[in-house]
């Protein structure tokens, strides 16, 4: 597929159709706002006292088309673009973008073995300025990511297949890099750190993509998006990538995948979850850690600390901070409210450089128990069974707790 849109000479869009049956040429408004009378001060138009002036709304919403995950690699790949839309038509290549409705490029950014530049209507869409090529890369495969995540797909199977074209791009700009789930082992640990803006349903027995990366995530909540951002306060890696493998259901290094494990070495924390209810709005979880160490305070909600209903006794510690944290979800967590249930802190970037030092910022993952290991279908090396497997249920940041010491553990 990415072949016969990249050697197409022009490749013609219906972004403003719904469907396949929608067609090009759909009825605009050119009137859609009261035009506007100006006076004539020219000098040589003295017979012309006034003018009128139609304007036409520029709106920033997306075409029905570019709502679509398939079309993304499709528009990136192909060298040359005419697209049919709602309220515009508009040509793109190389050289520029001209549009029969007005709206003016703000930002574009060329990226290597892509034939068109990258290009945005909508401000402070792109990464700043990296320091060398490596984080340029990454940078770019990250935003590239991030607009892709924010479209909706019909098979979530396919969420690696329609990405597939565009990371053959970047193979090429990554030599030896070996691509891992929709992640290049080169960006981890780091580009771990994804999340959804919105708990989704989990879909890892459909897609078959370990939980660690963001194609295991299932279908998403309306206006819900999945999203790769780089704490840039926070530049110490604390987590060491080891090793990385993943099964394949065909050939393709860059589709559909059967499994997955990573290997890391990283501060692991125990702690325990509690699913809290509110009178307005969906339950909501808050994380604690044992006594023997510090507390990162994940709560959302500060009015309904300390409640009795859901104290859990001496085992936690429920000394407040003032500075709070955020647990993002990946999916939607079938538990009852007020039980404890046992989870890992993974740490991945942090203020601390050792063990028991303070971390006043820290990002990383949490994790559960995996209840089935998926270990067998890849690398040997990554089949020691003396170290725990954890599925990821989500991310979390927070402040004031001081660094747990180093494990090694499995993502599956």
């Excluded at 607009?147 to 396919?158: F, K, L, S």
Aim: hydrophobic fraction near 35%; glycine fraction near 8%; include cysteine.
């Amino acid at each position: 597929m990415s072949s016969i849109y990249g050697n197409a000479l022009v490749t013609i869009k219906a972004a403003g159709s719904d469907n396949s049956h929608g067609g090009l040429f759909l009825p605009r408004n050119p009137s859609t706002l009261a035009p506007a009378i100006f006076r004539c001060l020219a000098p040589g138009f003295e017979d012309v006292n006034q003018a009128t002036i139609y304007f036409r709304e520029v709106s920033s919403e997306r075409e029905p088309l570019e709502t679509r995950a398939w079309t993304y690699q499709e528009d990136l790949l192909s060298p040359r673009t005419l697209t049919y839309g709602l309220r515009e038509m508009w040509w793109e290549c190389k050289s520029g973008r001209k549009s029969d409705g007005g709206r003016q490029v703000i930002e574009s950014h060329m990226v290597s073995g892509l034939p068109k530049p990258l290009r945005t209507t909508r401000p402070a869409q792109f990464p700043r300025a990296q320091p060398d090529e490596t984080a340029t890369i990454r940078s770019n495969w990250l935003f590239i990511l991030s607009e892709y995540g924010a479209r909706n797909i019909t098979y979530t199977a396919d969420r690696l297949p329609a990405l597939s074209g565009i990371a053959k791009v970047f193979q090429a700009n990554l030599p030896g890099n070996k691509y891992l789930a929709g992640l290049w082992e080169s960006h981890l640990p780091r580009n771990l750190l994804w999340h959804v803006s919105a708990p989704a349903t989990r879909a890892d027995d459909i897609t078959g993509a370990p939980s660690w990366s963001w194609a295991s995530v299932g279908h998403l909540q309306p206006g819900a998006y999945i999203t790769f951002t780089e704490e840039s306060r926070l530049n110490n890696v604390c987590c060491d990538y080891l090793a990385g493998a993943v099964a394949l259901r065909s050939n393709d290094v860059y589709g559909q995948v059967e499994s997955g494990v990573l290997q890391l070495r990283a501060p692991l924390l125990s702690a325990w979850r509690v699913l809290y209810p509110t009178e307005s709005a969906e339950p909501f979880h808050k994380l604690y850690i044992d006594k023997a160490g510090y507390r990162i305070d994940l709560d959302r909600d500060r009015d309904l600390k300390g409640s009795s209903l859901y104290d859990p006794g001496d085992r936690l510690d429920w000394y407040e901070y003032d500075r709070l944290g955020k647990f993002n979800k990946d999916l939607l967590l079938a538990e009852e409210e007020g039980c404890l249930v046992e989870t890992w802190l993974l740490f991945i970037l942090s203020s601390a450089h050792k063990p028991g030092d303070m971390s006043y910022f820290c990002h990383g993952l949490v994790l559960e128990r995996s209840k089935t290991d998926s270990r067998n279908d890849n690398s040997q090396s990554l089949n020691d069974q003396n170290v725990a497997s954890f599925r990821r249920i989500g991310t979390f940041s927070g402040a004031y707790c001081r660094l747990p010491s180093y494990q090694t553990v499995f993502l599956v």
